[in-house]
């Protein structure tokens, strides 16, 4: 399939997006990437989440959940803007009085744009589940010996509006974090990455490990990219999902080396920054490689894939 | 408790609060109204969302999730900009080149106010769980003869910043949502309040139901309260939370008459502009009271709470 062109793959990915749409699997809410999600698509997704927990049970991680939004002064000093400014989200409000209000109404009813008035809130949209741990390890103090290990999900953006249903601009994102020294990251990183595997194979999912890069913005962003690339910090675990297109990357194995330990100030115990790394499930990515893989009905699944989502 | 001042009202929540933070099961994001939830709370919370699905179990209803967003124009057709501008939360983005970007970050380093360039995005923060379900079943055409019950849930955003620990900015809002002749509404209303009640009594939470209105902005918003009012459009089931403060809304049974219907163009079979209503659960709230009246550990709750929390 290597020498189909851009133009079936994206008419591929549109024809399975028409039929979780036709099929009431996804609900279209008016706008590329943002979908309602009918009953079959969360009975999997929740399934896929309580596999995730289970994947990681007896590592004694702590469990945080997350609100969709972070603290813009935090996302501020993450660094996002510098790598990600065309996927962020920042969050405006209305700030005036009654006088205001009459003449936003105004501006509203003339079809006018009424959205320059809104004044930027101190939250923005959350751009990956694990942005708020660092914040949170550093308000606590050094690290124990054993490092930290961490279990978020969260709500996630990313301005990318495309009818290629993988791509969706809200998406939640299930994690482990992992924050202690060099040696604990990349043995965790090394042990999850094994762990995704016996995982995705028991879904019968068809994947392969490649090392990957995210997706740095402009011309200064390439160079980030290609040293990303070049020290393996980033791999991504691919399922085909849309025919004649490059599979899909579900899952990710990271490490941040030291940047959000030098970022925030976490440090272990014998002074040295921290470093960190995480698998991130990529939840609603998985939820559509297996219906693109094992078909819309849920109940017509193979047993074995049954049993491992919905434990009897 | 009728002549505690407000002044203490406020020193009896913040207290609460510093003893959910103190314990872990609310973690500090640094804002006010934006926590993480520790496991604890999630725990709290994942058995009150199941058991609001087998309080609902057997009446059919169509199962969907929406994302924390709505799309723009929904939103703007929605007219909640009109009732409710101080609450809002519109998103945007960054869309402009290498060179806008390169100013952008000048702009971030001087600690000067970058966020006035970035533009209105075409989503906006979801203000209520049901918001999305009136333009879903329009799309749809007319209404069967036994109208519609839709199950949703959706985090919401309410932009009122607050230490009181009932209100947080994101939260989640369980719904379900009825919507047909105006007495199958209301029948649904009344069936909910009675079923409510025993819920929250197997909960062991004291309680109460009123009359009450939405926080219409400005005056002309305190004559639509007045109208809301005096037609019991919509009636909370209160429970105390804070000492020395007003009991905190942790449901509501609401009336929408045909509000909703006739923006979207919903009908009846007989080609009647359909009612609506709904009953929605406030679980950052239920949550809170929970913890408030039965202590932080779950596990020294009475037996019989956590049975209907968590069945054996």
């Known amino acids: 399939m290597s020498d189909v062109g851009a133009g079936s793959a994206a008419d591929a990915s549109t ?22 999600r009918g009953a079959v698509f969360e009975h999997i997704l929740e399934g896929l989440d309580a596999l995730a927990t289970r994947a990681g049970a007896g590592d004694g991680a702590e469990r945080v959940r997350f609100p969709p939004v ?10 996002y803007m510098k790598g990600f400014p065309q996927l962020a ?20 009813e003339a079809g006018e744009d009424w959205t320059t008035g809104q004044a930027a809130s101190d939250v923005v949209l959350t751009p990956a589940a694990c942005y708020e741990v660092y914040p949170m390890l550093a308000a606590r103090g050094g690290l124990p010996e054993a490092g930290a290990l961490v279990d978020v999900m969260s709500w996630c953006f990313r301005h990318e509006p495309s009818t290629e249903p993988t791509r969706m601009q809200l998406f939640r994102m299930r994690e482990y974090v992992r ?10 990183r090394m042990d999850w990455m094994q762990r995704a595997v016996a995982l995705i194979e028991s879904l019968g999912l068809p994947h392969t490990i490649e090392v990957a890069n995210d997706p740095f913005f402009g011309r200064p962003g390439k160079l980030q990219a290609d040293i990303q690339r070049s020290q393996q910090l980033k791999f991504e675990l691919l399922v085909p999902v849309n025919d004649g297109a490059e599979p899909t ?7 941040h080396q030291n940047h959000f330990g ?51």
Chains 1, 2 share one sequence.
């Open 179 to 188: 924050v202690g020294t060099p040696a604990q990251v990349e043995a965790f």
């Open 15 to 36: 024809a399975f997006l028409d039929r979780l749409l036709k099929a009431g699997v996804l609900i279209p809410m008016g706008a590329d990437g943002v979908y309602g």
């Open 70 to 79: 972070m603290v813009r002064r935090h996302f501020e000093h993450s660094g």
């Open 89 to 108: 989200g920042t969050i405006h409000c209305f700030c005036g009085d009654e006088r205001a209000h009459r003449a936003l109404l105004r501006c509203m």
């Open 249 to 255: 990357a579900c899952l990710s194995f990271n490490d």
């Open 262 to 312: 030098a970022l925030w100030g976490v440090a272990t115990p014998d002074g040295a920054v921290a470093h960190s790394g995480c698998v991130a499930f990529g939840l609603e990515r998985l939820t559509l490689a297996l219906l693109r893989r094992h078909g819309l009905d849920p109940a017509t699944w193979p047993t074995p894939v049954r049993g491992v989502l919905w434990r009897p």
